[in-house]
Protein backbone atom coordinates (compact mmCIF):
# COMPACT_ATOMS: atom_id res chain seq x y z
CA UNK A 1 0.00 0.00 0.00
CA UNK A 2 1.60 3.12 -1.06
CA UNK A 3 2.03 6.00 1.45
CA UNK A 4 0.27 9.09 0.75
CA UNK A 5 2.40 11.39 2.98
CA UNK A 6 5.35 11.59 -0.04
CA UNK A 7 2.05 13.27 -2.10
CA UNK A 8 1.14 16.03 0.65
CA UNK A 9 2.75 19.19 0.56
CA UNK A 10 4.84 19.75 4.12
CA UNK A 11 2.23 21.24 6.54
CA UNK A 12 -0.48 18.46 5.21
CA UNK A 13 2.65 16.09 6.09
CA UNK A 14 3.34 17.43 9.93
CA UNK A 15 -0.86 17.20 10.08
CA UNK A 16 -0.68 14.05 8.26
CA UNK A 17 1.79 12.26 10.60
CA UNK A 18 0.63 13.87 13.61
CA UNK A 19 -2.56 11.99 13.27
CA UNK A 20 -1.03 8.80 12.32
CA UNK A 21 1.00 8.80 15.18
CA UNK A 22 -1.77 9.64 17.66
CA UNK A 23 -3.59 6.14 16.94
CA UNK A 24 -2.95 3.59 19.02
CA UNK A 25 -0.22 1.56 17.72
CA UNK A 26 -1.24 -1.68 14.90
CA UNK A 27 -0.89 -4.66 16.15
CA UNK A 28 1.82 -5.21 13.56
CA UNK A 29 4.00 -2.62 14.61
CA UNK A 30 4.08 -4.36 18.55
CA UNK A 31 6.78 -6.52 20.30
CA UNK A 32 9.25 -6.22 17.52
CA UNK A 33 12.28 -6.67 19.80
CA UNK A 34 14.36 -9.30 19.20
CA UNK A 35 13.99 -10.83 23.37
CA UNK A 36 17.59 -11.26 23.39
CA UNK A 37 19.77 -9.71 25.87
CA UNK A 38 23.33 -9.84 26.01
CA UNK A 39 25.39 -11.42 28.92
CA UNK A 40 25.30 -9.56 31.84
CA UNK A 41 22.65 -7.54 30.58
CA UNK A 42 19.24 -9.09 32.23
CA UNK A 43 16.83 -7.23 34.69
CA UNK A 44 14.68 -4.44 33.99
CA UNK A 45 15.24 -2.20 31.45
CA UNK A 46 16.53 0.88 31.19
CA UNK A 47 14.40 4.09 30.05
CA UNK A 48 15.75 5.36 27.09
CA UNK A 49 14.60 7.61 24.00
CA UNK A 50 15.64 8.48 20.56
CA UNK A 51 14.74 11.37 18.44
CA UNK A 52 13.52 10.21 14.82
CA UNK A 53 14.98 13.88 13.01
CA UNK A 54 12.62 14.04 9.90
CA UNK A 55 13.92 17.44 7.99
CA UNK A 56 12.12 18.86 5.44
CA UNK A 57 14.41 19.44 2.27
CA UNK A 58 13.46 20.91 -0.53
CA UNK A 59 13.62 17.59 -2.52
CA UNK A 60 11.56 15.63 0.06
CA UNK A 61 12.26 14.37 3.08
CA UNK A 62 15.07 12.67 5.02
CA UNK A 63 16.10 11.38 7.97
CA UNK A 64 19.23 11.93 10.10
CA UNK A 65 21.52 9.30 11.52
CA UNK A 66 24.89 9.26 13.75
CA UNK A 67 27.49 6.65 13.20
CA UNK A 68 28.70 5.46 16.89
CA UNK A 69 31.83 5.81 17.63
CA UNK A 70 34.14 3.02 17.84
CA UNK A 71 35.03 3.70 21.32
CA UNK A 72 31.71 3.71 22.89
CA UNK A 73 30.75 0.41 25.17
CA UNK A 74 27.07 0.03 23.98
CA UNK A 75 26.52 -0.64 20.21
CA UNK A 76 30.17 0.49 18.82
CA UNK A 77 30.48 1.84 15.36
CA UNK A 78 26.44 1.13 14.33
CA UNK A 79 24.40 3.28 12.96
CA UNK A 80 21.46 4.59 14.96
CA UNK A 81 19.09 8.27 15.87
CA UNK A 82 20.57 10.31 18.23
CA UNK A 83 19.13 9.86 21.42
CA UNK A 84 20.32 8.35 25.26
CA UNK A 85 19.46 7.16 28.33
CA UNK A 86 16.58 9.21 30.01
CA UNK A 87 17.62 11.06 33.15
CA UNK A 88 15.84 11.69 35.79
CA UNK A 89 15.79 15.59 35.15
CA UNK A 90 13.88 14.82 31.80
CA UNK A 91 10.65 15.64 32.16
CA UNK A 92 9.39 12.52 29.80
CA UNK A 93 10.83 10.49 26.26
CA UNK A 94 10.72 13.15 24.04
CA UNK A 95 12.44 15.87 26.31
CA UNK A 96 15.16 13.46 26.41
CA UNK A 97 15.25 12.95 22.64
CA UNK A 98 15.18 16.56 22.22
CA UNK A 99 18.13 16.93 25.05
CA UNK A 100 20.41 13.81 23.90
CA UNK A 101 19.84 15.30 19.87
CA UNK A 102 21.49 18.63 21.43
CA UNK A 103 24.25 16.60 23.11
CA UNK A 104 25.08 14.51 20.89
CA UNK A 105 24.61 16.34 17.25
CA UNK A 106 23.66 20.04 18.13
CA UNK A 107 20.53 19.87 16.89
CA UNK A 108 18.63 23.07 18.29
CA UNK A 109 15.11 22.22 19.96
CA UNK A 110 14.20 24.90 18.67
CA UNK A 111 14.12 23.83 15.19
CA UNK A 112 12.30 20.53 16.42
CA UNK A 113 8.50 20.14 16.50
CA UNK A 114 7.63 16.68 17.76
CA UNK A 115 4.70 15.28 15.95
CA UNK A 116 4.49 11.72 18.07
CA UNK A 117 5.84 8.49 19.41
CA UNK A 118 6.58 5.15 18.04
CA UNK A 119 6.48 1.95 20.62
CA UNK A 120 9.43 1.41 22.10
CA UNK A 121 12.01 -1.21 21.36
CA UNK A 122 14.07 -3.07 23.97
CA UNK A 123 17.39 -3.93 22.71
CA UNK A 124 20.03 -6.70 23.80
CA UNK A 125 21.97 -4.44 25.86
CA UNK A 126 18.77 -3.61 27.95
CA UNK A 127 17.18 -0.25 27.77
CA UNK A 128 14.09 -0.48 26.30
CA UNK A 129 13.64 2.48 23.85
CA UNK A 130 10.74 4.74 23.17
CA UNK A 131 11.64 6.43 19.37
CA UNK A 132 9.95 9.80 19.86
CA UNK A 133 9.65 11.78 15.83
CA UNK A 134 10.15 15.54 15.16
CA UNK A 135 9.76 17.61 12.58
CA UNK A 136 13.18 19.41 11.66
CA UNK A 137 12.72 22.74 9.96
CA UNK A 138 15.95 23.45 8.24
CA UNK A 139 18.76 25.97 8.32
CA UNK A 140 19.79 23.20 10.49
CA UNK A 141 23.33 23.41 12.22
CA UNK A 142 25.19 20.17 13.37
CA UNK A 143 27.96 19.76 15.45
CA UNK A 144 28.86 16.28 16.54
CA UNK A 145 30.21 15.45 19.74
CA UNK A 146 33.70 13.61 18.94
CA UNK A 147 33.43 11.43 21.38
CA UNK A 148 29.99 9.97 21.13
CA UNK A 149 29.58 10.33 17.23
CA UNK A 150 32.03 9.64 14.57
CA UNK A 151 29.81 11.04 11.31
CA UNK A 152 26.19 12.19 11.11
CA UNK A 153 24.24 12.01 7.50
CA UNK A 154 21.03 12.02 6.16
CA UNK A 155 18.84 9.00 4.00
CA UNK A 156 15.64 10.00 2.41
CA UNK A 157 12.66 8.56 4.01
CA UNK A 158 11.42 7.56 0.47
CA UNK A 159 14.42 5.14 0.53
CA UNK A 160 13.75 3.76 4.33
CA UNK A 161 10.20 3.26 3.97
CA UNK A 162 10.26 1.11 0.80
CA UNK A 163 9.54 -2.45 1.50
CA UNK A 164 11.75 -3.70 -1.24
CA UNK A 165 14.67 -1.97 0.68
CA UNK A 166 14.00 -3.82 4.06
CA UNK A 167 16.16 -6.96 4.80
CA UNK A 168 15.97 -9.77 7.53
CA UNK A 169 19.23 -11.47 8.73
CA UNK A 170 20.35 -13.77 11.36
CA UNK A 171 23.66 -14.68 13.49
CA UNK A 172 25.09 -16.85 15.39
CA UNK A 173 25.96 -16.23 18.73
CA UNK A 174 27.10 -18.88 20.13
CA UNK A 175 24.22 -21.30 20.53
CA UNK A 176 21.72 -18.40 19.85
CA UNK A 177 20.08 -17.53 16.74
CA UNK A 178 19.43 -13.73 16.71
CA UNK A 179 17.49 -13.02 13.82
CA UNK A 180 17.76 -8.68 13.12
CA UNK A 181 16.45 -6.49 10.03
CA UNK A 182 18.73 -4.56 8.02
CA UNK A 183 18.26 -1.53 5.46
CA UNK A 184 21.53 -0.78 3.29
CA UNK A 185 22.11 2.28 1.68
CA UNK A 186 25.18 2.46 -0.36
CA UNK A 187 28.15 1.80 1.53
CA UNK A 188 26.09 2.28 4.88
CA UNK A 189 24.75 -0.73 7.05
CA UNK A 190 21.54 0.04 8.75
CA UNK A 191 20.68 -3.07 11.20
CA UNK A 192 19.49 -4.09 14.15
CA UNK A 193 17.30 -1.75 17.05
CA UNK A 194 17.62 1.38 14.24
CA UNK A 195 16.20 -0.63 11.21
CA UNK A 196 13.63 -1.92 13.69
CA UNK A 197 12.60 0.82 14.29
CA UNK A 198 12.25 2.20 11.07
CA UNK A 199 9.75 -0.81 10.28
CA UNK A 200 7.77 0.24 13.79
CA UNK A 201 7.82 3.58 11.89
CA UNK A 202 6.76 2.14 8.25
CA UNK A 203 3.88 -0.34 9.77
CA UNK A 204 2.44 2.56 11.74
CA UNK A 205 2.65 4.64 8.99
CA UNK A 206 0.57 2.27 6.67
CA UNK A 207 -2.06 0.75 9.48
CA UNK A 208 -5.65 0.86 8.28
Do not use: C
Not at 1 to 28: D, G, Y
Not at 132 to 154: C, H, Q, R
Not at 179 to 190: E, K, M, N, S, T
Not at 191 to 205: E, H, K, S
Amino acid sequence: MPIPLFELEPLAQQAWLRERLARPAPREARNLSDGFRLPGRHGAPTPAAVLVPLINRDDGLTVLFTERSRDLPDHPGQISFPGGRVEPGDADAGIAALREAEEEVGLSRERVTLLGRLEPYETVTGYRVTPVVGWVEPPVEIKADPVEVAEVFEVPLAFLLEPANLQRHFRMIGDTRRDYYAIPYGDRYIWGATAAMLLIFDRTLRAV
